[in-house]
């Protein structure tokens, strides 16, 4: 309510969740291509709510790709799904160097798995199902 209203405003909140999706963005971006993943994900959107998007490697296509990104970024103790939901929280010291250590570790086993002769075999669940199907 009210008190919210407030405090983004005495905290200048809309300009802290901006320039911290603008540093995100870019981190992810460096960390896309230290590991060689540029092609296959992009950060696109706002600064102020960016999301990821995904044109994989064939032959791995999309869903495995997802799927491996997914269980990365959970293990690195990451919960993402398609965009970056981003908070005031997330503005305080600290928190934008440690979510880029994880993603960073988390690309890293990414491109190890791209790399592997079976990479459907380095998934440790199944792979992630569409939310919205179309029923017979």
């Known amino acids: 309510g009210i008190a ?3 405090k983004q ?3 200048d909140a809309v300009a802290r969740v901006h320039d911290h999706g603008g540093k995100l963005k870019s981190g992810i971006g460096q960390i896309r291509q230290r590991h060689g993943l ?8 706002g600064e102020w709510w960016p999301g990821l998007q995904i044109s994989a490697p064939e032959p791995i296509g999309d869903v495995l790709f997802t799927s491996l990104l997914r269980q990365e970024l959970y293990a690195a103790g990451i919960l993402q799904l ?3 939901n981003i908070s005031l ?3 305080q010291s600290g928190i934008l160097a440690e979510t880029l250590r994880r993603w960073d570790v988390a690309a890293g086993m990414l ?8 990479p459907k075999a380095r998934l ?9 199907q179309v029923r017979n």
């Open 111 to 118: 491109a190890d798995h791209l790399h592997a002769n079976d």
């Open 89 to 91: 929280a997330h503005t």
């Open 124 to 132: 440790r669940g199944e792979e992630i199902r569409p939310i919205f």
């Open 9 to 11: 405003d005495g905290e």
């Open 82 to 84: 398609a965009t970056f």
């Open 38 to 45: 540029e092609a296959a994900i992009k950060v696109v959107g």
């Open 4 to 6: 919210t209203l407030e």
